[in-house]
């Protein structure tokens, strides 16, 4: 059975730092693309990040979170990783990991998600 399992969340101020990770068990997870998801109370979800597989060589970001998030993956922990820094308000949402349909190819869709971590940025 495919989970994916988020934690790291939490209440932080403007400008502060927070790494999420989202734990992944069930299949193999070296062979899968792998997306951070966000979304915001009351709006609709949002594409932050993408990794490729073998190791996470290629990574994605969405325009506003460019040099404040990072993503990487840790093969041997199963393990997806997303860096976030200098956060703002406005980064404050339920963050989710899901998988890509494709094994070692792009599929770009979203076939198994985690049940989330919430962010929550105010001063």
């Known amino acids: 059975e495919v989970q994916l399992v988020e934690s790291g969340g939490g209440l932080l101020q403007p400008g502060g730092s927070l790494r999420l990770s989202c734990a992944a068990s069930?299949?193999?997870?070296?062979?899968?693309?792998m997306y951070w998801v966000r979304q915001a109370p009351g709006k609709g979800l949002e594409w932050v990040s993408a990794?490729?597989?073998?190791?996470?060589?290629?990574?994605y970001y969405a325009e506003s979170m460019k040099g404040r998030f990072t993503v990487s993956r840790d093969k041997a922990k199963n393990t997806l990783y997303l860096q976030m820094n200098s956060l703002k308000s406005e980064d404050t949402a339920v963050y989710y990991c899901?998988?890509?349909?494709?094994?070692?190819?792009?599929?770009?869709?979203?076939?198994?998600w985690g049940k989330g971590t919430l962010v929550t940025v105010s001063s």
């Open positions: 069930g299949f193999t997870f070296d062979d899968y693309a």
């Open positions: 990794t490729s597989w073998n190791g996470g060589i290629s990574t």
């Open positions: 899901a998988r890509d349909p494709g094994s070692r190819t792009w599929d770009y869709g979203l076939d198994y």
